[in-house]
């Protein structure tokens, strides 16, 4: 998400100028003539803790089924997750070089189970739910898609499957995981597919 220089609303999504041309311009045109996928690395989380909770709802950030979201008033568009606006932003940006084409693939997404007390939002309720939604809007039949490209699935990778008990930095950097180092489950996720996306969180 780094190389985009604005992703709000989505349909103002652009590239930095400084790679836009040069970088991501060529390597559009690889991924495409190589019928290839866009990877990106999408953490609401992230942008939730960045604006510590003074505009974007938790609710919103966690891809809660219910929140209220918002209406991008240049194209109309309504986003119900923060994680969907990102996506499309990303959209937004190839579109804007002349590359409608070229399907995305989620390499990376998910919420960090713990904190320091500046990391709002980080912990263990949060984790869960976050992984478990984002499992369940990405196995949900029919296919969700986003608003920019409604019931086209994308690839997802949760990040992590165990904690880096070991990585530098704040305490988050070292709790992403599904699973302690020792193997025993940070805490439940259903990874089994729905036939609907409901708030009821089906955990095993």
Known sequence: MGVLAASFPPSAGVFQPNIATSIMAPLLSFLRATRSHFMINAYPYFAYRADGGQNIAL???????????????????????????????????????????????????????????????????????????????????????????PGVEFDTYIFALFNENLKPGPTSQRNWGLYYPNLTQVYPINLRPTSQFSTNLALS
């Open 59 to 149: 609710n919103f950030a966690l891809i809660e089924p219910g929140a209220a979201g918002f209406r991008d008033s240049n194209s109309g568009l309504h986003y119900s997750s923060l994680l969907e606006a990102m996506l499309d932003a990303t959209i937004y940006a190839m579109r804007a070089l002349n590359f409608n084409d070229i399907p995305l693939i989620l390499t990376e997404s998910g919420w960090p189970s713990k904190g320091d007390p500046h990391e709002i939002g980080a912990s263990v309720t949060n984790a869960r739910i976050y992984n478990n939604n984002l499992v369940r809007r990405d196995t949900v039949r029919p296919i969700l898609g986003t608003p920019l490209r």
